[in-house]
């Protein structure tokens, strides 16, 4: 079982900075690839940034894209981050982290595990 404990939302200005942070447990957490989807009000879940378990492939959204980075610790962390820079009002929303068969395509749309999620809001 592979359990995930999102960290680091909160409320930020526009045009600031967030990490958010997934604490991944269970064994073969390296060979997940990893991914952030959000879901805002009245919208479906979508997914933001991917990772796979070398950190050799990344998706990213086009509309973060440039602003977020998607990076993970496959050492002793445990650990993958979201970094989100040049925050905007659109960007708030619950985000989750997810874990699954590791692939860009299989993280995106399928992934097996998911966190509580931790909520961003980013004032105008």
């Known amino acids: 079982q592979v359990q995930l404990v999102e960290s680091g939302g909160g409320l930020v200005q526009a045009g600031g900075s967030l990490r958010l942070s997934c604490a991944v447990s269970?064994?073969?957490?390296?060979?997940?690839?990893m991914g952030w989807f959000r879901q805002a009000p009245g919208k479906e879940r979508e997914s933001v940034a991917a990772?796979?378990?070398?950190?050799?492939?990344?998706?990213y959204a086009d509309s973060v894209k440039g602003r977020f980075t998607i990076s993970r610790d496959n050492a002793a962390r445990n650990t993958v981050y979201l970094q989100m820079n040049s925050l905007k009002p659109e960007d708030t929303a619950v985000y989750y982290c997810?874990?699954?068969?590791?692939?860009?395509?299989?993280?995106?749309?399928?992934?097996?595990?998911w966190g509580q999620g931790t909520q961003v809001t980013v004032s105008s």
């Open positions: 997810a874990a699954g068969v590791n692939t860009i395509v299989q993280v995106t749309t399928t992934p097996k595990y």
């Open positions: 269970g064994r073969t957490f390296s060979t997940y690839a």
């Open positions: 990772i796979t378990w070398s950190g050799g492939n990344t998706y």
